[in-house]
C-alpha cells in the first residue's frame, strides 16, 4: 500500500483520484463531492490569489465548524500559505494578539456565531482599534456585506478573472517541507507561542492515526472537536481525506442536538474529550437505542475512568473505543492505544508511540528512567515542530540538540511501552479538552487595576474535569469584587480561561525559595 500524499493539496488530489463523486462534506443544506470540495478549493484559492497571498504568506480562519472554514482552510493550503487557526472563544485581544504577531495577510470570520459579531469583537474591543499592518482583507464567511468585510460571495467573485492553472502550479509546487500550520499555544511564559509545523508531517502522522484507529471511507464523522484546535484540524478534516471518510462539521456541543445529529445523520465516528461522553451518559432523556449506528471513539486530553471506556461500550455503543496522547509541538499525535487494547489499559494508558515516532520517560539529565518510574516525557520523530515563532530561544529549549522534544509532562512507562500521564511540569490544567495555563492567566489578570498579586490552580469540577480558581492579593489602597474580577476576565480571555472563582487574600502563601506554594492553595479549595 502506498503512503499518504506528503502535502495536504496532493492529500485532497489524492481523495479526488479515490473518491471522486463519493461525499466528502456535508453541512446542512450543503452536500459536496470530493470532486465538488477540489472545485470549491480552487475558487477560494483563486480568490486568495486575487488578494495578493503569496507562497508563506499567513492567513487566519476565525469561525466555528462550518463547510466554509474547511473550503477556505485548503485554499490556503493550495496556494501554499501558512493556516493560522484562531480559537473562536478568545476575545478581541487575545485575537489581535495572534494576528499582529503572525502577520496575518487575510482573515476568514463570522459575524453571527453564538450571538457574537467577530469582525466587531475585533476591531472595537475594550482597548480600541488594534494595530494589524499586515491584514489586507476580512471575508465574513457567513453575514451580510459591511464595510469592514467582504461577503465569502463576493471574496470569490474577486477571484474569478484569476487562472485556474496558476491556482494549480501553485498547489503543485508546495512540498512537504513547506510550512502548512501555525496554532498557538500557551507555556509557562504565559503567552501564547506559534507553534510551526510542516505538511510532510502531519499527512504522515494521521495516516498513521487513520490507520491506528480504523478510519475507513465511508465512515461518516461527526467533527465535534473544533477545526480551529489541532484534533478537530488534523484528525477531523485531514483524517477524513486521508481515508475519504464523510466529514459532518458541528459547531456547538449540545448532547440533544447530538444525539439528533447522530440519529439522523447516521454517525459512526465520534471523538472527542471524555467530558463529551460524559455528558452524553449524565443526560437523563438519552435513548441509546438512537445511537445504534455508532461504532468508533477516539478519546483523550483528560483522566479516564475505567468505568467510562466500559460505558462508551456497554451504552453508548461503540465497538472501538481508543486513547492517545499528543501535543501541539508533536503534530498533536505521539502515543495510541490498540483497538484491541483491553478497557483498563484504554482509560489508564496514553498508548504506545506510534510507528517510527520515539517515546521516553526521562530524569532531569536527560537519562531514560527505569521501567514504571516517574519521568519527563520526551518525543522524537517526524512529528515534532519546526519550532515556534519568531522564539529561537524557547525552540531550543523545547527541542534539544538531539532532536528531543521535552513535553513538560510527567509519566511513566511500563514494559510493553505504554504510557501512564501522572503530572504536568508546567503546571497546566484541562478544561474540557481545552488546555488551560497558569502562568497566561495570571498574566493577563495581573492587568486588572484591583488586583496586586494573583496565582492560578485548577480545581476539579465534575462537568468539565477542572476549571481555574484565582487567588488574589488586593492592589495598594484597592478593594477586590470577585464577582467583577470574573466580568473583567470574560471580556477579556476565552471563557475555558476565566476562573470559576475567584478568593481574596491577605498574602500569598510561599515555599521557602520564595515561589508561590500552590500546594497550599489547593488545598483551601477543598477547607
Not at 124 to 137: E, I
Request: aromatic residues 6%.
Amino acid at each position: 500500500m502506498p503512503g499518504p500524499a506528503n502535502t495536504i493539496p496532493g492529500v485532497l488530489l489524492a481523495a479526488v483520484a479515490a473518491h471522486g463523486e463519493e461525499e466528502a462534506l456535508t453541512d446542512g443544506a450543503t452536500s459536496l463531492t470530493h470532486a465538488e470540495l477540489l472545485e470549491r478549493v480552487e475558487d477560494a484559492a483563486a480568490g486568495l490569489l486575487a488578494c495578493g497571498v503569496e507562497h508563506g504568506d499567513r492567513v487566519a480562519v476565525w469561525a466555528p465548524n462550518c463547510w466554509e472554514w474547511v473550503v477556505a482552510a485548503l485554499a490556503v493550503h493550495h496556494v501554499g500559505a501558512v493556516l493560522v487557526p484562531v480559537n473562536t472563544r478568545y476575545r478581541g485581544p487575545e485575537a489581535a494578539d495572534l494576528l499582529h504577531r503572525a502577520r496575518v495577510r487575510v482573515l476568514f470570520t463570522v459575524t453571527d456565531f453564538l450571538d457574537t459579531d467577530y469582525v466587531t469583537l475585533l476591531l472595537d474591543g475594550p482597548d480600541g482599534r488594534p494595530d494589524l499592518p499586515d491584514l489586507v482583507t476580512v471575508v465574513s464567511l457567513r453575514g451580510p456585506e459591511r464595510v469592514d468585510a467582504v461577503t465569502f460571495q463576493g471574496f470569490l467573485d474577486g477571484g474569478e478573472s484569476v487562472d485556474r492553472d496558476e491556482v494549480r502550479r501553485r498547489a503543485a509546487a508546495v512540498t512537504g517541507d513547506d510550512l502548512c500550520h501555525l496554532l498557538f499555544t500557551s507555556g509557562t511564559t504565559g503567552r501564547p507561542k506559534g507553534v510551526e509545523l510542516v505538511h510532510a508531517s502531519v499527512c504522515r502522522g494521521f495516516d498513521a492515526w487513520a490507520e491506528v484507529i480504523g478510519l475507513r471511507a465511508g465512515d461518516r464523522y461527526l467533527v465535534v472537536n473544533p477545526y480551529f484546535h489541532s484534533f478537530g484540524l488534523n484528525a477531523g478534516i485531514l483524517a477524513c481525506l486521508l481515508r475519504g471518510a464523510v466529514n459532518l462539521p458541528h459547531a456547538v456541543f449540545d448532547v440533544p442536538a447530538i444525539v439528533e445529529r447522530i440519529e439522523r445523520d447516521r454517525i459512526t465516528v465520534l471523538p472527542g474529550p471524555p467530558a463529551i461522553y460524559q455528558s452524553m451518559l449524565l443526560d437523563p432523556e438519552l435513548d441509546p437505542a438512537r445511537l445504534s449506528s455508532l461504532r468508533l471513539a477516539v478519546t483523550g486530553a483528560a483522566a479516564i475512568p475505567v468505568q467510562l471506556i466500559v460505558d462508551m461500550r456497554t451504552v453508548l455503543g461503540f465497538d472501538t473505543v481508543v486513547t492517545g496522547y499528543g501535543l501541539t509541538e508533536s503534530s498533536g499525535i505521539a502515543t495510541m492505544c490498540r483497538h484491541d487494547d483491553d478497557p483498563e489499559t484504554i482509560a489508564t494508558t496514553s498508548g504506545r508511540a506510534i510507528p517510527d515516532v520515539e517515546v521516553r520517560v526521562v530524569d532531569e539529565s536527560g537519562a531514560p528512567v527505569p521501567t514504571g518510574e516517574v519521568g519527563e516525557i520526551v518525543v522524537r520523530g517526524y512529528v515534532v515542530m519546526r519550532g515556534y515563532l519568531d522564539d529561537p530561544a524557547a525552540s531550543a529549549e523545547a527541542v534539544d540538540a538531539d532532536g528531543w522534544l521535552h513535553t513538560g509532562d510527567l509519566g511513566t512507562l511500563d514494559e510493553r511501552g505504554y504510557l501512564r500521564i501522572t503530572d504536568r511540569l508546567k503546571d497546566m490544567f484541562i478544561v474540557g479538552g481545552f488546555n488551560a495555563y497558569p502562568a497566561e492567566i495570571e498574566q493577563a489578570l495581573g492587568a486588572h487595576p484591583s488586583i496586586g498579586q494573583v496565582a492560578v490552580v485548577g480545581m476539579p469540577d465534575e462537568r468539565l474535569g477542572e476549571v481555574g480558581a484565582a487567588f488574589v492579593v488586593a492592589a495598594p489602597g484597592a478593594t477586590v469584587d470577585p464577582d467583577e474580577v470574573v466580568a473583567w476576565a470574560r471580556q477579556r480571555m476565552a471563557n475555558y480561561k476565566v476562573p470559576r472563582r475567584v478568593d481574596v487574600l491577605d498574602a500569598l502563601p510561599l515555599v521557602p525559595a520564595g515561589k508561590v506554594d500552590k500546594v497550599a492553595l489547593r488545598a483551601r479549595l477543598g477547607a
